[in-house]
Nanobody, 128 residues
């Protein structure tokens, strides 16, 4: 059974930093595409950052470029999202998701939400 568990969400002030973790069981994340998504109140879910195992492509949503960094820790079967320079508009529930790459889901310019496995989310709140 595949499980993804997100952690690291918190309440911070504008300009602060957080590191979100997505730890998996039942699947080896290093073999899969992994994405971080977020959903703010009253808004649709959007892809924030995704990483491909197939060709190493990394996607960042425009508003987070230069502030967020996605990375893998193979030994811990974990994918991180380092978030710096946080803004109130980053406030959302953040989810990680994964799937195999039998289809292309991650490109440098896009990241699909067509993922097979999802975590339950971690809340990030940024105050001004």
């Amino acid at each position: 059974q595949v499980q993804l568990v997100e952690s690291g969400g918190d309440s911070v002030q504008r300009g602060g930093s957080l590191r979100l973790s997505c730890t998996a069981s039942g699947v080896t994340l290093n073999h899969y595409a992994v994405g971080w998504y977020r959903q703010a109140p009253g808004k649709e879910r959007e892809a924030v950052s995704c990483i491909s195992r197939r060709d190493g492509s990394i996607y960042y949503e425009d508003s987070v470029k230069g502030r967020f960094t996605i990375s893998r820790d193979t030994a811990k079967n974990t994918v991180y999202l380092q978030m710096n320079g946080l803004k109130p508009e980053d406030t959302a529930v953040y989810y990680c998701a994964t799937r195999d790459e039998s289809i292309v889901v991650v490109r440098k310019t896009s990241c699909s939400s067509n993922m097979d496995y999802w975590g339950t989310g971690t809340l990030v709140t940024v105050s001004s």
